[in-house]
């Protein structure tokens, strides 16, 4: 069966320092892999996507992400974090079943401190 | 235009009570979808349509009953709900091109709550 795992329910960094929020994935067929940020009380927008071609991708707001098939990962990094990325951060892997379906991680909520 | 747009923001309802969500967008997707989430949880997907028919139900409880009446508009009407309904709905689209995999656009969310 398909799934993702977070595997840190939080992570707490410094302002400035950088980060890496992990992503595991279980999924038999070429996977599509997006991590998506949430504020409090707010909607899903989509950092960035891997669908195929270059293993590193980046996204919105300084964020980038390594696919790594050996390792069925798919890590969000930053080198350096705001004040303003504390949030909650889920991965996603999507599949095509006769309609498009999405399984969400349990997600990661960061924290900055000044 | 890139934005899902989803009325009400919030909703407070009794159990007996009849009341509809509503979710619009004009980027010409043809694939809407119904997600809930609960607090400190992830989205859990609750149906999928595409080109106006409901193509996937998560094994959805009927109280919860989705309506797409044109490729722009999706609706969920709710009905005798029951306090653990309580959650953020959120609703998404996507361009809805067949066997592709695809980027989701979502709305802000309805925050609901059951009383």
């Known amino acids: 069966a398909q799934s993702v795992t977070q595997p840190d329910i939080h992570i707490t960094v410094s302002e400035g320092a950088s980060l890496e929020l992990r992503c595991n994935y279980s999924?038999?067929?070429?996977?599509?892999l997006f991590w998506y940020v949430q504020s409090p009380g707010q909607g899903l927008q989509l950092l960035l996507k891997?669908?195929?071609?270059?293993?590193l991708v980046q996204g919105i707001k300084g964020f980038e992400a390594e696919f790594k098939r050996s390792q069925s990962s798919f890590n969000l990094r930053k080198p350096s974090v705001h004040w303003s990325d504390a949030a909650e951060y889920f991965c996603?892997?999507?599949?095509?079943?006769?309609?498009?379906?999405?399984?969400f991680g349990a997600g990661t909520r960061l924290f900055v401190k000044a | 235009d890139t934005e899902v747009t989803q009325t009400p923001k919030h909703l407070v309802m009794g159990m007996t009570n009849k009341k509809s969500l509503k979710c619009e967008q004009h980027?010409?997707?043809?694939?809407m979808y119904w997600y809930k989430q609960k607090a400190k949880k992830p989205p859990e997907l609750m149906f999928v349509?595409?080109?106006?028919?409901?193509?996937i139900n998560e094994s959805v409880p009927s109280r919860f009953s989705p309506e797409c009446p044109n490729s722009s508009l999706l609706n969920l009407h709710l009905h005798a709900l029951q306090p653990e309904d309580s959650a953020l709905y959120l609703c998404?689209?996507?361009?809805?091109?067949?066997?592709?995999?695809?980027?989701?656009?979502f709305g802000p969310g309805t925050r609901l709550l059951v009383l």
């Open positions: 998404a689209s996507s361009q809805g091109r067949a066997g592709g995999v695809e980027t989701q656009y």
């Open positions: 999924y038999g067929a070429t996977p599509y």
């Open positions: 891997y669908f195929s071609g270059d293993t």
């Open positions: 996603a892997v999507a599949m095509n079943t006769g309609g498009f379906k999405t399984i």
């Open positions: 980027m010409g997707h043809r694939a």
């Open positions: 349509y595409s080109y106006e028919k409901l193509s």
